[in-house]
């Protein structure tokens, strides 16, 4: 301040003082929350908000219909009851919902408004709520509501800890039971654990990590899992330091929370600005092989690197129409392949540059995710574009007419993964190893991070081409944009890794799944378009009663039966339709789905071992 004094004459001095002095008094007035706790077996718990600085007749508040990150309308307003507002002189005002979410307050007068309402929470899920007699869990878009014209406000949170419970939030503390958000976006994005949590803490590069576990399945030691959760953090971080970092602290927060729950029935993630809130059905030592990720511990870790990557790829780094979020409707976007294909590609890959499975463990691993990914029939429907833009219908939960998505669609993520192989290889070919995803990535961080507008498509195919240093539009256009077959022995042998598919011809296909009811009848759950059950007339939720004279039991797996046919067989099958008894002669075919397989070329290039090597962080 002396320097300045020194340099700036007085007149532009005192102007900049009332420059700053209006620009505080101009600053938004926080809203102020409460959250309080009925008894745990109600489930209820309490909010208030107080407002003020209000002007007009009236004010609008209102709950969030989906939660950013789950692209699903979840109608959170459904589990609100005894809405109430009063004046700050504690004057009772009128109020009326104008839609489902929407509670429109007829102010009188008054510029200053509390609401009270309370929220029902019994669902242990990434974006709901539950609260009960062992914990509190709040996700913010299913309990906050927020004033319509306020979001940009800041925010302060007191919450009525209950007797011996304690919290955890990424939120900014301001005390042990009082928090900050500078919006309701953060505040919104800023789950909370309240109970009697276990906590382990580790620092990599600058940042503390929180490790907070409430375990209902035995309380097994989480040690272990901690120890290896800070060699995936430590494989990830550095990605993008050079542009996210400052300083000491290579990450864009100093705090980071993991909000472990190990509930039964409960699984999957959601990631936050500095926090991810993830639900494991399986307790610490659970090891029991899982064919898709190898074991249900290695699926922990996954799952734990994928929600960490998000803290940078989409939660900073997202497509332009995610954000300022608007809560009121479904918003579309043709690139969560890249805000979650390629988080889920960098969190397998992170787990294998932790040294916490082989090389080729991994590459078993994408090569059951390749022969997966050509098996879907959405392929030919619908480019991993359109499965970004048309999520929404794949997260309805309250869908009830029958729909035909499990043959027109796929996921997004196994799309993303898949071509975010293609790019690496890509990329790393183009420039001599001398740059890779991780350079696109770190370019995107620059140019359109947060508190930047984020990206359109085009922005992410002008940033691989300048990263590759020429023209890989077409990459996009023919397998991301289109619909084409993605030849994976070209852009794999960039890498030394051989591609091998194998058609087991002599199996039979008959284009069926099954499904087994309660009562111990199976039923056909769906047939693939273009197959042989298609082609025969058998229709979805048909009763199958036997196959060639034989009886259908209770006990049996009707689709290990088709095994011993030869597929030029044809097959007598009786099922129950609405009631009456139909056969239909069921022509087989030969199995066209290709399986693959992937291994490290046995006499590789020095390009190609440099290019491996240096992909799978092999030193």
Sequence with gaps: MLRLRRLIPAAMLAAVFFFVACSIAAAPAPLRYQLRFERPNTHLMDVTVHADALSGAAADFEMP??????????????????????????RELAWRKTDSQTWRIDLAGATAV???????????????????????FIAGPATWMYLVGGKERPIELSIDVPSGWKVATGMEHTSDHTFRAENYDWFADAPLEISDFAEKDFVVLGSTYHVIVHDVMGGKDSSQFTADLQKVVGAIVPIFQPVAGSGAQAAPFKDYYFLFHVWPKAGGGLEHLNSTQINFSKDWDNTEPLPAYGTQYTLKLLVSAHEFFHAWNVKRIRPRPLGP?????????????????????????????????????????????????EKAPGRTERSIEDTSWDTWFFGLRTISQDNNLVN?????????????????????????????????MRLLYSHYALPKPGFEPDDAVRAASETAGQDVSDIFRRYISGKEPIPYESYFAYAGVSVEKKLDSAKPWAGLTFTKQDNGTTTIKNITPGSPAESAGLDKDDIIVALDGRAITSSDDVEALFVPYKPDATIRVLVQRLGQMREFPLALASNHYYTYSLKPMEHPTAQQQAIYNSWLGIK
């Design 114 to 136: 509390t609401i009270d309402y309370q929220v029902y929470a019994n669902t242990l899920q990434n974006n709901v709520g539950q609260y009960d007699d062992r914990h509190a």
């Design 408 to 440: 027109t669609a796929y996921s997004y993520y196994n799309g993303g993964q898949i071509m975010g192989h293609i790019l690496e290889f890509a990329i790393r070919q183009d420039t001599n190893n001398q740059k890779s995803l991780d350079d696109w």
């Design 65 to 90: 219909d989906w939660a950013p990150g789950a692209y699903a309308i979840e109608n959170y307003a459904a589990n609100v009851q005894r809405f109430r507002a009063h004046s700050a002189e504690g």
């Design 325 to 373: 979020f608007d809560y009121s409707q479904m918003v579309h976007t043709p690139s969560l392949w890249i805000s979650e294909g390629l988080t889920s590609y960098y969190g397998s890959l992170s787990v294998v540059r932790a040294g916490l499975v082989t090389p080729q463990q991994y590459l078993d691993g994408i090569a059951r995710l390749i022969t997966e990914f």
